[in-house]
T-cell receptor, first 116, second 115 residues
Framework: SAVISQKPSRDICQRGTSLTIQCQVD?????MFWYRQQPGQSLTLIAT?????????ESGFVIDKFPISRPNLTFSTLTVSNMSPEDSSIYLC?????????????FGPGTRLTVL | AQKITQTQPGMFVQEKEAVTLDCTYD???????LFWYKQPSSGEMIFLIY??????QNATEGRYSLNFQKARKSANLVISASQLGDSAMYFC????????????FGAGTTVTVRA
């Protein structure tokens, strides 16, 4: 299975500031995904990040609010911009399994964000 | 429309007993995959088991098995011989396009194992 790390693991931020979350994978993967989990809720896909192309955002999420970088096949960042308390969530990155096995999909440990 | 429905917000189970978590799904795509994840209070998402729409047999992984009833569009997770460490939130998820890797998640079921 892929080993995924995220930084920071948690943070407390002030309203109006921005936070960049990093996701590192121990193997090369084509697609990386960013999900948001608001308190007590399920996971919602924010965007798909492919190396060498612009991220593809899901309905309700925009690049100005959640800019994403994907500089290589093992790394991605998600920035939460101009934060408000409603952005308090767990943010998780996800990748497919080795050899793009369709029956595997793994998640990082998550970044727990609290916005005051 | 909700693609994944988990109707049990919370369940209690006695240690060493089995528990079944319900999941129904909605898709018109003939090729899809169904996943179950465990999320303990730490927040990480732990992959448990996968069932493909064309798989002939129900998936099993250790104490986890999936009761796949394709005609009824249900994919219930069975946890056998429950342990205290099984206490967590459990999510059912679906990938409609097997080449896309995007997952749609259900609302989740909280399982509490009692000693």
């Amino acid at each position: 299975s892929a080993v995924i790390s995220q930084k920071p693991s948690r943070d407390i931020c002030q309203r109006g500031t921005s936070l960049t979350i990093q996701c590192q994978v121990d193997s090369q993967v084509t697609m990386m995904f960013w999900y948001r989990q608001q308190p007590g809720q399920s996971l919602t896909l924010i965007a798909t990040a492919n190396q060498g192309s612009e991220a593809t955002y899901e309905s309700g999420f925009v690049i100005d609010k959640f800019p994403i970088s994907r500089p290589n096949l093992t790394f991605s960042t998600l920035t939460v911009s101009n934060m408000s308390p409603e952005d308090s969530s767990i943010y998780l990155c996800s990748v497919e399994g080795a050899s793009r096995s369709y029956n595997e999909q793994f998640f990082g440990p998550g970044t727990r964000l609290t916005v005051l | 429309a909700q693609k994944i429905t988990q109707t049990q917000p919370g369940m209690f189970v006695q240690e060493k007993e089995a528990v079944t978590l319900d999941c129904t799904y909605d898709t018109s795509d003939p090729s899809y995959g169904l996943f179950w994840y465990k999320q303990p209070s730490s927040g990480e998402m732990i992959f448990l088991i996968y069932q493909g729409s064309y798989d002939q047999q129900n998936a099993t992984e250790g104490r986890y098995s999936l009761n796949f009833q394709k005609a009824r569009k249900s994919a219930n997770l069975v946890i056998s011989a429950s342990q205290l460490g099984d206490s967590a939130m459990y999510f059912c998820a679906m990938r409609e396009d097997l080449n896309d890797y995007k997952l749609s998640f259900g609302a989740g079921t909280t399982v509490t194992v009692r000693a």
